[in-house]
């Protein structure tokens, strides 16, 4: 089975619990259908800056998805990252989530 196989059956998954999905994400399905390609925007533009540990690229040396990434599909990212931070929002003295899992 393919990656992109792998992301229509988690998508059709996520469609059939909608409200378990906008509790988890914020946004409505048909909405966050919308999100990858700007997420993908953003992040090659951090990436070809910075490094993933947030230090700024020294040389030549580009960002590349490696084969076996947990997050394989650009669709799952912001899936993943939206939920982390709607429980660590920045603005939060300290994160909400370790309160949650005690």
């Not at 259908?33 to 700024?56: I, N, V, W």
């Not at 997050?71 to 949650?100: G, Q, S």
Request: hydrophobic share 30%; with cysteine; charged share 30%.
């Amino acid at each position: 089975m393919r990656k992109c196989d792998l992301c229509v059956m988690k998508y059709r998954k996520w469609q059939k619990k909608a409200p378990r999905f906008v509790a988890m994400t914020g946004y409505t399905f048909e909405k966050f259908t919308e999100l990858p390609p700007y997420f993908k925007e953003a992040q090659d533009e951090y990436l070809s800056e910075y490094r993933m540990d947030g230090k700024r690229r020294s040389g030549l040396r580009a960002y590349t998805m490696y084969a076996g990434s947990p997050l394989p599909c650009m669709e799952e990212r912001p899936a993943f990252i939206l939920p982390y931070l709607k429980l660590n929002h920045p603005d939060t003295e300290k994160p909400v989530a370790p309160e949650m899992i005690y």
